[in-house]
């Protein structure tokens, strides 16, 4: 009846306990776990959580998944080396938690940061830049600033020639429905060709190119915008008759020049807008497209960037 419980057995013979402890002493493979093992520890959770902290957050996700794989199997390897030769017992448990407790910390920092950058630029661009490139923006949230500053961009401005006759004969209800047709036909083409949305005056359109992304064709994709709203516009003729709407006739003015880009207004509503003289000269280029009878008409430096 000589039977006791050991960490093989709830039922184990007490002669074999003797047994396992002699056959241990002669074959000199008796574990050990001396009294600086718990220094040892705290040593290793110290340099190896140094390491996993500095490193791990300067990694993308699938290198520091690899790091943190890497760090589970040397710890692991360590620890089974010196059991198998050393015959110490060496604590593992601790180690292990705090590689994954770490790395779990740090892809969870990573994805809410992210998503926290990602939502503020969003709320900042999201209703001026089209959402792709709110999404590469979102990617390096420093390189890009609502602070102003000068820089070469081409602006855009378009106007509904006849405005005020059309909308004096048109109930409120219908002018609404047409403008919404019209300026979302008109604002899907600006963002179609990286363009960003300023303003909407009335029936009036304020684009530019350049800013907050940096394009180095932004003339041509500003003067292929005005290209294509003029397409665009002949495509609504036929829907917008139909409706018993009027045909709609558009002229844009295309500028290239110095601009001061930024965040403007006062404390109560801001905008990210352009300002400056091609600024004006855009808006001036636009206003006399109707005395030329022409669609478009462009600045002299826009004519000869592209």
Do not use: C
Not at 94 to 112: D, I, P, Q
Not at 165 to 188: C, F, K, R, V, W
Not at 216 to 239: F, I, S
């Amino acid at each position: 009846m000589d039977l006791r419980s050991t960490p093989v057995g709830a039922t184990y013979p007490g002669v074999e306990v003797h047994a396992n402890l002699i056959a241990g002493i002669l074959d000199g493979k008796i574990k050990e776990k001396p009294g600086f093992m718990l220094g040892f520890e705290v040593l290793q959770l110290i340099l190896l959580g140094s390491m996993l902290a500095l490193l791990l957050p300067l990694l993308s996700p699938l290198r520091a998944s690899l790091l943190t794989v890497l760090a589970l199997v040397l710890t692991v390897v360590l620890n089974l080396a010196l059991w198998s030769s050393a015959n110490l017992v060496l604590p593992l448990a601790a180690s292990l938690l705090m590689t994954l407790l770490l790395f779990g910390v740090n892809m969870s920092w990573g994805y809410f940061v992210e998503s926290r950058s990602k939502r503020q630029f969003t709320e900042l661009f999201g209703q001026y830049v089209p959402p792709e490139l709110v999404d590469e923006m979102a990617r390096d949230p420093q390189a890009y600033s609502m602070d102003g500053r000068n820089a070469e961009l081409t602006v855009l401005f378009s106007d509904v020639r006849g405005f005020t006759s059309i909308a004096e004969g048109l109930d409120p209800q219908e002018l609404t429905h047409l403008m919404n047709d019209y300026l979302g036909a008109m604002t899907e083409v600006i963002r179609k060709n990286r363009g960003t949305l300023d303003k909407y005056m009335g029936d009036a359109i304020m684009a530019f190119w350049g800013a907050p992304v940096a394009d180095p064709e932004h003339t041509r994709h500003a003067v292929l915008t005005a290209l294509a709203m003029q397409k665009e516009l002949k495509k609504l003729a036929e829907p917008f008759r139909k409706k018993g709407w009027p045909e709609l006739h558009i002229g844009v003015g295309v500028n290239t020049g110095m601009m001061t880009v930024g965040d403007m207004g006062s404390p109560v509503r801001k905008a990210y807008t352009v300002m400056g003289d091609a600024v004006n000269l855009g808006s001036r280029l636009e206003s006399i497209t109707k005395q030329y009878g022409v669609g478009i008409l462009v600045g002299p430096q826009t004519r000869e960037s592209i």
